[in-house]
């Protein structure tokens, strides 16, 4: 479905990508796990070319693209395939939650506005915002924002979710939310890429997960295997020291 290969990318001369490969198959749920500083959030981005790689591929549905060189139609129509779920939620702060589910849809996507607020308010019923349509982002908690973006990213029904450490700047009370709405979506085998520092997502919701460290994976295996049989020395480490071993 999804495949990264030889994925490498600097900044101001310090490379922080060397060399990745990894791949998603169609309905699976990929956690990706790994110190601060690793190299996670920038292969999220690099695949949705919101950093440009320096060298790599990308390979979605069948379709080949470089990553280093692909052109802007060649970037738009992987975005039109994707969708980003941030840390931030990066919500219109002068929209409704309606507005901002359906702003992609009536704007990019040229999606008749009718037909948009259908759509928009079914993924809002599905993360159980749908009573919030009206609301604007200050009226609501970061668990809510946070679904929210998510009914967005639904909304234009990709056949993959990107999601950058989502619940990070929450509290536990409203990770829960979240990581549920998360949750029902890999049940209705949405395919997703998760930068996660939640280790319960990563070992019941997850079938795989990917370990990186230095901008290199060092590990990757089925989610009860990595964390039962951890492959190596510093994965078993890492696992200590977040309270998951």
Avoid: W
């Amino acid at each position: 479905m999804l495949a990264l290969r030889g994925v490498r990318k600097a900044f101001g001369g310090t490379e922080v990508l060397h060399g990745i490969d990894l791949t998603v198959r169609r309905g699976e749920v990929v956690a990706i796990l790994g110190p601060s500083g690793s190299g996670k959030t920038t292969l999220l981005r690099c695949a949705n070319f919101l950093e440009r790689a320096d060298a790599g591929e990308l390979e979605l549905g069948g379709e080949l693209l470089d990553l280093a060189r692909a052109t802007r139609r060649e970037v738009a129509a992987v975005r039109r395939r994707t969708a980003f779920v941030f840390q931030d939620y990066n919500l219109f702060r002068n929209r409704t939650v309606l507005g901002n589910v359906t702003e992609g849809l009536v704007v990019a996507r040229r999606v008749p506005r009718a037909e948009a607020e259908e759509r928009a308010r079914a993924c809002l019923a599905r993360v159980g915002m749908a009573e919030r349509a009206d609301a604007y982002p200050a009226q609501l908690s970061g668990g809510q924002q946070q679904r929210v973006a998510i009914a967005r990213a639904m909304a234009t029904s990709p056949e993959i979710i990107y999601f950058d450490e989502p619940t990070s700047a929450l509290d536990p009370e409203l990770t829960v939310e979240v990581l549920g709405a998360m949750r029902r979506l890999a049940e209705d085998g949405m395919t997703m890429l998760v930068v996660t520092h939640e280790m319960g997502f990563a070992r019941n919701v997850a079938d795989r997960v990917v370990f990186m460290e230095g901008g290199s994976v060092v590990a990757e295996a089925p989610s009860e295997e990595f964390f039962a049989h951890p492959a190596n020395d510093r994965v078993r480490a890492f696992l200590r020291t977040v309270g998951a071993a």
